[in-house]
T-cell receptor, first 112, second 117 residues
Framework: DQQVKQNSPSLSVQEGRISILNCDYT??????FLWYKKYPAEGPTFLIS?????DKNEDGRFTVFLNKSAKHLSLHIVPSQPGDSAVYFC???????????FGAGTRLAVHP | NAGVTQTPKFQVLKTGQSMTLQCAQD?????MSWYRQDPGMGLRLIHY???????DQGEVPNGYNVSRSTTEDFPLRLLSAAPSQTSVYFC????????????????FGPGTRLLVL
């Protein structure tokens, strides 16, 4: 049973607009959430994280929102750029940062 | 810093062969881990280590062995490769994020693509 779900396999957005990537989880014990970006033939690269005591975290163009009651988090990218085109993975952990549970990923395409 | 390095980049094995995937990090991180990524799925934890001499199983440990004799190195061994082990393997080490928010994350290597025939 998937504990972390990314229900949209792909997303296409125009350059300059907002990209919203969604992630749902089932385990209420998760206390830390992360987003990674992955280009082909490379390892995942850390983007941004949020702990369960917060509902928002911002870093430049990237903002992560956490809705604990809905067990839902989202990543907003504003404005989107062609270089943002990649696969984005949502991940969660509990009791520390050791064991990450990943979603299946969403492929974002940002077109001019 | 080179970060997390993995060798080889790509490997083809026949069923029953053995091999070792190498992983090294130069960030002095205590925690290291191995994940595999399969099409349509997220990364899944195979084994992890919280320091030299200490290892434990993750979500999908069967068919894999690990050992940790130094802080820097964390090799993954396939003793008898099976087609089901065809995958992309990522090694990671855990450290502070570079955003200065007192949080940690895992830093991943570039991956090893393994094909078992």
């Amino acid at each position: 049973d998937q504990q972390v779900k990314q229900n949209s396999p792909s997303l296409s957005v125009q350059e300059g607009r907002i990209s919203i990537l969604n992630c749902d989880y089932t385990n209420s014990m998760f206390d830390y959430f992360l987003w990674y970006k992955k280009y082909p033939a490379e390892g995942p690269t850390f983007l941004i994280s949020i702990s369960s005591i917060k509902d928002k975290n911002e870093d430049g163009r990237f903002t992560v929102f956490l809705n604990k009651s809905a067990k839902h988090l989202s990543l907003h990218i504003v404005p989107s750029q062609p270089g943002d085109s990649a696969v984005y993975f949502c991940a969660a952990s509990f009791g520390g940062y050791n064991k990450l549970i990943f979603g299946a990923g969403t492929r974002l395409a940002v077109h001019p | 810093n080179a970060g997390v390095t993995q060798t080889p980049k790509f490997q083809v094995l026949k069923t029953g062969q053995s091999m070792t995937l190498q992983c090294a990090q130069d960030m002095n991180h205590e925690y290291m881990s191995w994940y595999r990524q399969d099409p349509g799925m997220g990364l899944r934890l195979i084994h992890y280590s919280v320091g030299a001499g200490i290892t434990d199983q993750g979500e999908v440990p069967n068919g894999y062995n690990v050992s940790r004799s130094t802080t820097e190195d964390f090799p993954l061994r396939l003793l008898s490769a099976a087609p089901s082990q065809t995958s992309v393997y990522f090694c990671a080490s855990r450290g502070w994020t570079r955003t200065g928010d007192n949080q940690e994350t895992q830093y991943f290597g570039p991956g090893t693509r393994l094909l078992v025939l």
